[in-house]
């Protein structure tokens, strides 16, 4: 059974950086992907970033590519994304999900079968 736990959200101020982690169990699959999304109130689940269990290649969503840098540990099966300059509009309660296939490197929600409870980023002064 796929389990992902994120923790490492709170409250960071503006210009600030935050380091998330997802710890994933019962995921081993050759092609698979270990993505974060997030969420505002009000808004769609948008994407941030995936990183291959293959090779770690890694890809970011357009609106943080600049300003994020996801990695994996494989001596304790950890993906951890770290963001930098936050701004307000980056809250909100970010995911860690679980999918397979090239499809899954589009950082398409969809192709996602797993995900995490979240955890909560607030961004404020």
């Known amino acids: 059974q796929v389990h992902l736990v994120e923790s490492g959200g709170g409250l960071v101020q503006p210009g600030g950086s935050l380091r998330l982690s997802c710890a994933v169990s019962g995921f081993t699959a050759n092609d698979g992907w270990i993505a974060w999304f997030r969420q505002a109130p009000g808004k769609e689940r948008e994407a941030v970033s995936c990183i291959s269990l293959y090779d770690s290649t890694p890809y970011y969503w357009y609106t943080v590519k600049d300003r994020v840098t996801i990695s994996r540990d494989n001596a304790d099966n950890t993906v951890r994304l770290v963001m930098n300059s936050l701004k307000p509009d980056d809250a909100g309660v970010y995911y860690c999900?679980?999918?397979?296939?090239?499809?899954?490197?589009?950082?398409?929600?969809?192709?996602?079968?797993?995900w995490g409870q979240g955890t909560q980023v607030t961004v404020s002064s």
């Open positions: 999900a679980a999918g397979t296939g090239w499809a899954a490197s589009t950082l398409n929600p969809d192709k996602y079968d797993h």
